[in-house]
Structure formats: structure tokens, C-alpha cells
């Protein structure tokens, strides 16, 4: 079995590399954080100090990393100590063409690149667990299935190198164009005198209710008050955002409304709220516009349906 090089194990990144090592892969890990890397080295997995230890040890190197920036940095150790044949996969969020530029370093060596942004998986599924975007070479997307596996739910094959990122940017413009758009809804409708689980209610049991930060988010943050987060931050979402607006001045793609919803996401990073949670920040802005609270306590959304019929058939 293969041996994975896995370097970041932050909030994604440890998950990720938790399945992956309970799949039965043998692990060499590196992280600026020593104390993030005890867990593995006690389930078995080697402790490197340096990239290009880790590169020298690994048939596939992962990277989880939270900027295009450290991204950048680390690929390129990565390529100076790469052995032919190693496949490297990033599963942070970039611009399509920050893997793009690299590859020749990794054509040169014999390596391969693949770019596998991750959304967060099917509802219910263990923390780590993801669907997976990947960007290039079906062979070696092919040869680096059963890693991706490990903590997939939903491994995607996109296209050439890039792709995977691009669907993610896509991905994250459109749930943050959608959040924009229900807090205005729920925000106009409480104020215009509705009771907010009733509205909620109606809303989520029709047609654009099959959405997570409808259906799960609304409840579990905004009508507790609760934004904060250990998980997924505005500031992450706010990068994501802006560079798919970015990638659409690139392309002259008009985003009206993705723009708007950037602007607002700035507006909370602005606030200092970056670390708190990435799609329901708007609604707390949108609360402050509208001067209306969309509170309800003791609300279960696995529950939730006391206003609708409780027919199986029409929940």
C-alpha cells in the first residue's frame, strides 16, 4: 500500500488525514504546530521535520493549507525534493492557475500534480469526510482514487489540472450568493410579521429548501445567535469568494450578485468577524439592516415541521 506524505493538520486538514490513516495507509505527517502531529505518531504514522524528508519518504503528498500564498511556498519545497512518479495533491482552495504554473517543476522531476479542492460531504457525514473536485490526468486521478476515497464521500474527476478548483470557486460563489439571498428573505418576512420558524418552515419545505445553510445552518446558528466557529471561518470564505470574482473579471464573466455578496463578507471581515461562521455572517449584517432578529430558540432541525404536514412523503 501506498505510503501518503500529509502536510497541514489543521481544522481540515487533520480529519482528512485521520481517515486516511484509519484506511490503512502508512503516514509520514508535517505541521508547524507539533502538538497537531502526536495523534498520528501514536495510531503509527512517521513525525518529519522538513518537506523534503516528508517528500523523500511519500509515493502520494497531500497538503491542506489555508492561502494560496502558503500553498505557493510549500509546492515548490515539494517539487525540489520530489522523486519521480510521486504524485502531489493539494486539497486546499486556490486559483486554478497557481497548480497551473507549477507543473512544469513537477514535469521536470517525473512527478505528477493534482488539484482536489473539498466541500463538505453528503448531511451527516463524519467530520473529514468530503466531496473531493479533482483537477487532472485521469491516469494518475485513477492511481490516487483509493487515497481520495479515504476521505470522499463524493470524488469528482473535473477535468485537466484546474478544474477542481474551479468548480470549487464555483461552489463557494454560488452558497454565498444563496445565504445573501435567504437572509434578505427571512429578514423581510419576520419584519413584515410572520413568526420566524413558520417562515422558515414554509420556505425550506418548498423548492429551494434542499440547501444546507437553509435547511441546517439557519437553525443550529442564526436562531441561537451562535456564529462562532471552529471549522470553516469568514475569512476562508471571503478568500474562496474573491477569487471567484477574480477569476471572473479574468474571463469577463459578469457576477452581479457575487460581487454584492463579496462585498458584504468584507464587511464582516471588516467587523473583526472573520473567525466566525463563514455563510451566516451575512445574516447578522442583514439582521442590522433590516433592524429584525430571526431568533427561535429550542429549535431541532432534525425535528422541525411542527407548521407543515408531517406526511413522509412531503418532508
Known amino acids: 500500500m501506498q505510503t501518503v506524505g500529509f502536510i ?18 502508512s503516514m509520514v505527517v508535517c505541521d508547524l504546530r507539533e502538538a497537531a502531529t502526536h495523534p498520528f ?28 500564498a502558503d500553498v505557493e511556498a510549500v509546492a515548490r519545497q515539494i517539487a525540489a525534493a520530489i522523486s519521480a512518479d510521486t504524485i502531489y ?34 448531511p451527516g457525514a463524519a467530520r473529514g469526510i468530503h466531496e473531493v473536485m479533482v483537477g ?13 476515497d479515504a476521505f470522499g464521500d ?15 470557486l464555483v461552489h463557494q460563489m454560488i452558497n454565498s450568493t444563496i445565504a ?36 441546517s445552518q439557519v437553525p443550529q446558528n442564526v436562531f441561537r445567535d451562535d456564529y462562532q466557529t471552529d471549522t470553516f471561518p469568514l475569512k476562508l470564505l471571503r478568500k474562496d469568494v474573491g477569487l471567484a ?11 452581479p450578485l457575487a460581487n454584492l455578496t463579496e462585498q458584504k463578507l468584507i464587511e464582516g471581515i ?13 445574516f447578522k449584517l442583514q439582521e442590522e439592516a433590516a433592524q429584525v432578529k430571526l431568533r427561535a430558540e429550542g429549535v431541532d432541525p432534525q425535528k422541525a415541521g411542527r407548521y407543515i404536514s408531517t406526511n413522509p412523503k412531503r418532508d
Not at 486546499?92 to 514535469?107: I, K, W, Y
Not at 470574482?245 to 457576477?255: F, I, P, Y
Request: hydrophobic letters at 40%; glycine letters at 14%.
Open 8 to 25: 497541514g493538520l489543521g481544522n481540515m486538514g487533520g480529519p482528512v488525514a485521520g481517515h486516511i490513516q484509519r484506511a490503512g495507509f
Open 41 to 68: 505518531h501514536q495510531r503509527g504514522a512517521t513525525v518529519v521535520d522538513s518537506i523534503a524528508e516528508l517528500a523523500g519518504q511519500s509515493d502520494v503528498i497531500v497538503t491542506a493549507l489555508p492561502m494560496p
Open 89 to 122: 495533491i493539494d486539497i486546499s482552495t486556490s486559483p486554478p492557475s497557481l497548480l497551473r504554473n507549477l507543473e512544469p517543476l513537477f514535469r521536470a522531476k517525473g512527478a505528477h500534480l493534482l488539484d482536489a479542492p473539498v466541500a463538505s460531504g453528503q
Open 136 to 148: 487532472g490526468d485521469k491516469e494518475i486521478f485513477d492511481r490516487a482514487k483509493p487515497v481520495l
Open 154 to 168: 463524493q470524488v469528482i474527476h473535473a477535468g485537466p489540472l484546474g478544474s477542481g478548483s474551479i468548480c470549487k
Open 180 to 215: 445573501q439571498s435567504i437572509a434578505e428573505g427571512l429578514t423581510l418576512g419576520v419584519k413584515a410579521g410572520v413568526d420566524t420558524v413558520a417562515l422558515w418552515e414554509c420556505v425550506r419545505r418548498g423548492m429551494v429548501g434542499r440547501m444546507h445553510v437553509l435547511h
Open 245 to 255: 470574482t477574480a477569476l471572473g473579471r479574468e474571463l469577463n464573466v459578469s457576477l
Open 270 to 282: 471588516n467587523r473583526g468577524w472573520g473567525y466566525k461562521s463563514a455563510y451566516t455572517v451575512t
